[in-house]
Nanobody, 121 residues
Framework: QVQLAESGGGLVQAGGSLRLACAAS????????MGWYRQAPGKQRELVAT???????NYADSVKGRATVSMDNAKDTVYLQMSSLTSQDTAVYYC???????????????WGQGTQVTVSS
């Protein structure tokens, strides 16, 4: 199994910034990508940003230009730095890990418990 430990989040003022971190541990062999999703009240979970071990990134349009996702491959840790926060960024942020292994290869997705980010105006 894979365990995910999220940190960061909390109450942030509008216009401010946040930094989230998520460390994966356990059976991480084959870890292929990490990232962040979020879910606001009454809405579906949505992509924020992901990054592969090779460094390829993917961002939601709503955060492009103000979010940076990075990964420490040695520590199996992913970071999210996001600035110019608005009330639209208020959500529970979930860490995501993709493990790819087996023959044929199969993807296993893991999720963190989530960390609340509240942007106050």
């Amino acid at each position: 199994q894979v365990q995910l430990a999220e940190s960061g989040g909390g109450l942030v003022q509008a216009g401010g910034s946040l930094r989230l971190a998520c460390a994966a541990s356990g059976r991480t062999f084959g870890l292929d990508a990490m990232g962040w999703y979020r879910q606001a009240p009454g809405k579906q979970r949505e992509l924020v940003a992901t990054i592969t071990r090779a460094g390829s990134t993917n961002y939601a349009d709503s955060v492009k230009g103000r979010a940076t996702v990075s990964m420490d491959n040695a520590k199996d840790t992913v970071y999210l730095q996001m600035s110019s926060l608005t009330s639209q960024d208020t959500a529970v942020y979930y860490c995501y890990v993709r493990i790819r292994r087996g023959i044929p290869a199969y993807n296993y997705d893991y999720w963190g418990q989530g960390t609340q980010v509240t942007v106050s105006s």
